[in-house]
């Protein structure tokens, strides 16, 4: 597609249930990045991947926090044993080079723990 | 990393130009200065970046001080559309990874 696909849009879950968000970025777009949005707040920075390298990951909250990007594109965050904190938008981004250049960001998944 | 203060909300009647300020006193020699907004229920979406000189493109322009302590978004006719959270980003150049404060949040009125 054009654009950033996320999916899914919307994922309610259950406290201590297992959830995986997937990011499918721009087609050769190198850079990609994680962030989580809690509600009026802006973005946060969770990760990077540099093709299939995780060369950040300083922004996880906790170890229940884990990306991959096995094949340099796809890349999916998972989040272990689900805590009502958790509760957020999701969103990925994609860049084609260095900062200096446009990011372009998913419409995101919005997570609700009950 | 540096970082940017802007006001909280800011309201504007449709139609009218719009200036959305941004401070960023300690910005470095190689920062950038990036604008994102963020419609309702979307995710961020570009709008501008400049390094020294203002910059034009179809969406706005982006007047930057001499000093770079400062910057402003100019909207130049605003409509309903354009109501969102606009941030302000300082990027240094081989980072990888874009900080954001909490935005303007900007009301068009019809």
């Known amino acids: 597609g054009a654009g950033v696909s996320q999916s899914p849009r919307y994922k309610v879950a259950k406290r201590g249930q297992d959830v995986a968000l997937r990011c499918d970025p721009i087609?050769?777009?190198?850079?990609l990045f994680w962030y989580q949005q809690a509600l009026g707040q802006g973005p946060e920075f969770l990760t990077y991947?540099?093709?299939?390298?995780?060369?950040?990951k300083s922004g996880l909250p906790s170890d229940r926090f884990f990306a991959e990007r096995p094949e340099g594109s796809v890349s999916t965050l998972k989040i272990q044993r689900t805590q009502q904190e958790d509760s957020a938008v999701y969103l990925c981004?994609?860049?084609?080079?260095?900062?200096?250049?446009?990011?372009?960001f998913g419409e995101g998944s919005w997570l609700t723990v009950v | 990393d540096a970082k940017t203060t802007q006001p909280n909300s800011m309201e504007s009647n449709e139609e009218e130009p719009v200036h959305l300020p941004c401070n960023h006193s300690t910005i470095s020699g190689t920062d950038y200065i990036h604008w994102y907004r963020q419609l309702p229920s979307q995710g961020p979406e570009y709008v501008i970046h400049g390094l020294t000189s203002n910059v034009n493109n179809r969406m706005a322009s982006l007047a930057i001080a001499e000093d770079r302590k400062s910057s402003t978004l100019i909207l130049h006719r605003a409509t309903l559309r354009d109501a969102a959270v606009y941030y302000c980003?300082?990027?240094?150049?081989?980072?990888?990874?874009?900080?954001f404060g909490q935005g303007t949040r900007l009301t068009i009125n019809p």
């Open positions: 991947f540099q093709n299939e390298a995780q060369l950040d």
């Open positions: 980003i300082l990027g240094r150049w081989g980072a990888q990874k874009l900080v």
């Open positions: 981004a994609s860049i084609s080079e260095g900062l200096g250049n446009t990011i372009y």
């Open positions: 087609s050769g777009h190198v850079s």
